[in-house]
Nanobody, 134 residues
Framework: QVQLQESGGGSVQAGGSLRLSCQAS????????????VAWFRQIPGLEREGVAA????????YYFDPANGRFAISHDVAKNTVYLTMVSLKPEDSGMYYC???????????????????????WGQGTQVTVSS
């Protein structure tokens, strides 16, 4: 069982920045030997949950999806067993719940035919709320 613990959400003004953290014991492995694919998703009220960024198991690549739009960055700190999502130039439309997820499958099995990240990850955190005011 993989337990994911997110933190770092909060309220900021438009243009501000936040760094979300996702801590788990399985993140103690170096980037190139991580036994799980790890991703950040978000759910905006009224919309489906969507993938934002991911680190792929086996292929060792970092993936960004449409919501990231050059403003978000995913990173991994082995010493702290933590995966981060750093968000800059935040907009009110970025407001929502952000989730960390992990899965033992490689990214090739976690993306749909449209290239988007599927939500069928095995393990999820409880989410952290991000609110951006105008």
């Amino acid at each position: 069982q993989v337990q994911l613990q997110e933190s770092g959400g909060g309220s900021v003004q438009a243009g501000g920045s936040l760094r979300l953290s996702c801590q788990a014991s399985v993140f103690k492995y170096p980037f190139d030997s991580m036994p799980y694919s790890v991703a950040w998703f978000r759910q905006i009220p009224g919309l489906e949950r969507e993938g934002v960024a991911a680190i792929g198991r086996q292929d060792r690549n970092i993936y960004y999806f449409d919501p990231a739009n050059g403003r978000f960055a995913i990173s991994h700190d082995v010493a702290k067993n933590t995966v981060y999502l750093t968000m800059v130039s935040l907009k009110p439309e970025d407001s929502g719940m952000y989730y960390c997820a992990a899965d033992p499958r490689p990214m090739s099995l976690l993306r749909g035919a449209d290239g988007k990240l599927r939500t069928g990850f095995n393990y999820w955190g409880q989410g952290t709320q991000v609110t951006v005011s105008s």
